[in-house]
């Protein structure tokens, strides 16, 4: 019951069905609280409902569960980047960055935050990064551009 409960509302969560999302995963999280899958969607389904901080405990559980989610530190680093934690969005950025560093979006986003820390060196290396992966993505020419004016 859980594995499809959790299936179900996973897919009316990408369809943008909430009240048929919550449904579910409430019944998958009841069934299997400590599944690290579940704990994600939750996070995904309260980031939807802009329950940003239940979002948050959602995805800090995950990586209590996992630590390899790369999707859980993504999204608590676009969090932070939203409240203007730099350090916060950095760490959390390049923790999913380890876990798969081909994301361009992701060397994106740690570019912004390193922008905000006033790290414009370390930002030029992750937009770089993010121009390698994905080398006609506007908003990372456009940052490339930012970064070279003086």
Not at 22 to 28: G, Q, Y
Request: charged letters at 25%; aromatic letters at 8%.
């Amino acid at each position: 019951i859980c594995d499809d409960a959790g299936v179900i509302g996973i897919v009316a969560l990408d369809l943008h069905r909430f009240q048929s999302a919550e449904r579910k995963l409430d019944v998958a999280y009841r069934y299997s609280p400590n599944n690290s899958e579940v704990d994600f969607a939750m996070g995904n389904l309260r980031l939807a409902q802009e329950k940003k901080d239940q979002a948050k405990q959602f995805y800090l559980k995950t990586i209590t569960l996992n630590p390899a989610h790369e999707g859980a530190f993504h999204n608590l680093g676009v969090l932070a980047l939203e409240e203007e934690r730099w350090h916060l969005a950095e760490y959390f950025l390049r923790q999913a960055l380890q876990r798969d560093s081909n994301e361009a979006t992701t060397h994106f986003l740690l570019a912004k935050s390193l922008i905000g820390d006033r790290n414009p060196e370390g930002a030029r290396e992750e937009i770089e990064a993010a121009i390698r992966l994905q080398p006609n993505q506007p908003e990372f020419l456009a940052l490339r551009e930012q970064l070279a004016r003086p």
